[in-house]
């Protein structure tokens, strides 16, 4: 089993950047492919990017690519979500989710069982 925390979210305006960090708790964080998925308000939850075990393999969101990169540290048990170019549209709370590795990263948020709280990502126009 793994815990996550999300920091890194805030008020941002439109065309700036944030970066979000994912802190993993557990000694086994380097098994697990780790995504990130956004829930706005009244919106399902959503794929935004996913990085294998060992960083060997992403995978991105259409509204994603060309503006997001996920990345991993193991040695750190962190995953990152570095965004730029935002826009009022990635307005959201930003979660990530770990889950063993097993194949290509994947884009399904029921593929992953273990959950962050959450961070809050607010980009004004």
């Known amino acids: 089993q793994v815990q996550l925390v999300e920091s890194g979210g805030g008020l941002v305006q439109a065309g700036g950047s944030l970066r979000l960090s994912c802190a993993a708790s557990?000694?086994?964080?380097?098994?697990?492919?780790m995504g990130w998925f956004r829930q706005a308000p009244g919106k399902e939850r959503e794929f935004v990017a996913a990085v294998s075990w060992n960083a060997g393999s992403t995978y991105y969101a259409d509204s994603a690519k060309g503006r997001f990169t996920i990345s991993r540290v193991n040695a750190k048990n962190t995953v990152y979500l570095q965004m730029n170019s935002l826009e009022p549209e990635d307005t959201a709370v930003y979660y990530c989710?770990?889950?063993?590795?097993?194949?290509?990263?994947?884009?399904?948020?029921?593929?992953?069982?273990?959950w962050g709280q959450g961070t809050q990502v607010t980009v004004s126009s």
């Open positions: 557990g000694r086994t964080f380097y098994r697990y492919d």
């Open positions: 989710a770990a889950e063993f590795s097993a194949g290509p990263p994947r884009s399904r948020w029921n593929d992953y069982r273990y």
